[in-house]
């Protein structure tokens, strides 16, 4: 969430529009604001934690990602073979991605997608 830091120009702007309500806390997580918006403090406040709520969803997430498998074009020179560190980030993933986590549902489709689609990518999706 966006606050206006001393010394920099919004903070300067804000204090000369008498909108700054008090200095910045300095944590942009705790979804406070030290000014008041020009749109409805609340609605501003729904709205940012609506879109972080968005892109951070299983959905959201899974379909950015195989929109980067779509364009992805990997350097020519790849490892070979499966690695340790791949089973055991498979294992991980489904275990916890895939039974004990909310978006289970979106991980199932994700995978197999990607495992049809996009089968090179697979070991990396894991990852």
Same mark, same amino acid.
């Given at each position: ?6 010394? +920099? $120009?919004?903070? !300067? ?25 020009? *749109?409805? $403090? @609340? +609605?501003?406040?729904?709205?940012? *934690? ?15 990602? !195989? &929109? #980067?498998? &779509? ?5 020519? &020179? !790849? %490892?070979?073979? *499966? ?18 986590? @909310?978006? $289970?549902? %979106? ?6 997608? +990607?495992?049809? &689609?996009?089968?090179? #990518? ?6």
């Amino acid at each position: 969430m966006l606050t206006a830091l001393r010394g +920099t $120009r919004l903070y !300067q702007r804000l204090k000369e529009e008498n909108r700054l309500i008090s200095d910045s806390s300095g944590d942009n997580t705790d979804n406070s604001i030290n000014f008041i918006p020009k *749109m409805n $403090r @609340d +609605t501003l406040i729904n709205g940012y *934690m609506h879109v972080l709520d968005t892109i951070y969803s299983s959905d959201y997430y899974y379909r950015r990602v !195989q &929109k #980067f498998f &779509k364009e992805y074009r990997p350097p020519k &020179k !790849q %490892a070979s073979g *499966m690695e340790f560190n791949y089973v055991i980030s498979l294992v991980k993933a489904l275990w916890i991605l895939g039974i004990v986590e @909310d978006g $289970r549902k %979106a991980f199932w489709k994700f995978s197999v997608s +990607t495992l049809f &689609k996009y089968p090179q #990518f697979f070991w990396l999706s894991v990852s």
